[in-house]
């Protein structure tokens, strides 16, 4: 049971490796422009925002196989106590600690970074469309009076 739990979260892990790096070719290409320009600011928020879910699913399939595998059932269990995220930065100890593989950890960590700053950047971006469109909405009503 041990193997197949390790193995099927690698495999998903392997299929969403491809859509990730092509989300992530298109966020640094697309999205990260559109974002910079004030018109587009929300659609590339919009698009940095989803991205950064596929970001964290990589990461945390990723994170539950390195957590099982370096730390068992045990230590899986408290990883998805801790609001379902904690396999992830189990797994970054168990990698660089537990199981020596230093590869994972920093792709851990690497993963990590990259989904936390699409998805502040997401929500920074939709935020700040949000202001500015309630902005515009404010001085129309005002020129409209």
């Known amino acids: 049971m041990r193997e197949w739990i390790v193995e099927t979260t690698l495999n998903i892990y392997q299929t969403l490796v491809p ?16 974002a910079a320009w004030r018109k587009t600011r929300g659609v ?3 698009g940095l925002l989803v991205a950064s ?4 699913a990589t990461t945390w399939f990723l994170g539950a196989a390195v957590t099982f595998g370096s730390f068992g059932w045990i230590g899986l269990i408290f990883g998805l106590f801790i609001m379902g995220i904690g396999v992830v930065p189990l797994g970054i100890i168990g990698a660089f600690f537990k199981i020596g593989v230093t590869e994972f950890g920093v792709s851990l960590c690497v993963m990590l970074v990259i ?10 971006c939709v935020a700040a469309a949000d202001r500015e469109s309630a902005a515009r909405g404010a001085e129309s009503l005002i020129t409209h009076a």
């Not at 966020?27 to 559109?34: D, H, I, Q, T, Y």
């Not at 879910?53 to 964290?56: E, I, P, S, T, V």
């Not at 936390?116 to 950047?121: D, I, K, M, P």
């Open 44 to 46: 590339g928020g919009a």
């Open 19 to 34: 859509f990730s790096s092509l989300a992530f070719a298109i966020a640094v290409v697309v999205l990260l422009p559109l």
């Open 115 to 124: 989904t936390l700053a699409s998805r502040f950047a997401g929500v920074a």
């Open 53 to 56: 879910y596929l970001f964290c």
